[in-house]
T-cell receptor, first 110, second 115 residues
Framework: GQSLEQPSEVTAVEGAIVQINCTYQ??????LSWYQQHDGGAPTFLSY????GLEETGRFSSFLSRSDSYGYLLLQELQMKDSASYFC???????????FGPGTRLSVLP | EAGVAQSPRYKIIEKRQSVAFWCNPI?????LYWYQQILGQGPKLLIQ????????DSQLPKDRFSAERLKGVDSTLKIQPAKLEDSAVYLC?????????????FGQGTRLTVV
């Protein structure tokens, strides 16, 4: 089986930096992905980590520690449009299925 | 490149009625997923197809849910009969192949309300 844990809500102000954590337990591990979902919208892919370390893509970075079964998404220079839900996801079943975490709702305040 | 298309966008039905959702994945994508997303929760995988074969349907309530992907392209998900707890957004996603670093592209979803 598999389970993922994320904080349910995070609040920050424009221009700030926020970190969204994700811990996971899986029967097999093939990488950690992050998706963003605005209210009423479709989840959209943000990043993927297969190996330990930090991956940077513009204002967003993602980190993975396989030994700790832990990862995080780092959002810098927050903008109002970053207000959304963020989901971590792992591949399970020998890398076949995407299993999503419960999601973290980020609210960016002016 | 056209995205994943789903229809209808919204559906309201009474409990015990039937409903069907349609999904057209991105052209050339071999893998297709159906997810159920209850308000405030993460997407839950219902079924995964590789071409027209089922890879995983372990979380599909088979007494009332069914899905098919004829010819390995379009897919339909059916609920018969619907229950109140089926109220959710049903998301279809596709990816180019089953690979450990392959991004999944999602459609806008169908919001189902069972009354």
């Amino acid at each position: 089986g598999q389970s993922l844990e994320q904080p349910s809500e995070v609040t920050a102000v424009e221009g700030a930096i926020v970190q969204i954590n994700c811990t996971y337990q899986t029967s097999g591990f093939y990488g950690l992905s992050w998706y963003q979902q605005h209210d009423g919208g479709a989840p959209t892919f943000l990043s993927y980590n297969a190996l330990d370390g930090l991956e940077e893509t513009g204002r967003f970075s993602s980190f993975l520690s396989r030994s700790d079964s832990y990862g995080y998404l780092l959002l810098q220079e927050l903008q109002m449009k970053d207000s959304a839900s963020y989901f971590c996801a792992v591949r399970d079943n020998y890398g076949q299925n995407f299993v999503f975490g419960p999601g973290t709702r980020l609210s960016v305040l002016p | 490149e056209a995205g994943v298309a789903q229809s209808p966008r919204y559906k309201i039905i009474e409990k015990r009625q039937s409903v069907a959702f349609w999904c057209n994945p991105i052209s050339g994508h071999a893998t297709l997923y159906w997810y159920q997303q209850i308000l405030g929760q993460g997407p839950k995988l219902l079924i995964q197809f590789q071409n027209n074969g089922v890879v995983d349907d372990s979380q599909l309530p088979k007494d009332r849910f069914s899905a098919e992907r004829l010819k390995g392209v379009d897919s339909t998900l059916k609920i018969q009969p619907a229950k109140l707890e089926d109220s959710a957004v049903y998301l279809c996603a596709s990816s180019a192949m089953t690979g450990v670093n392959t991004e999944a592209f999602f459609g806008q979803g169908t919001r189902l309300t069972v009354v």
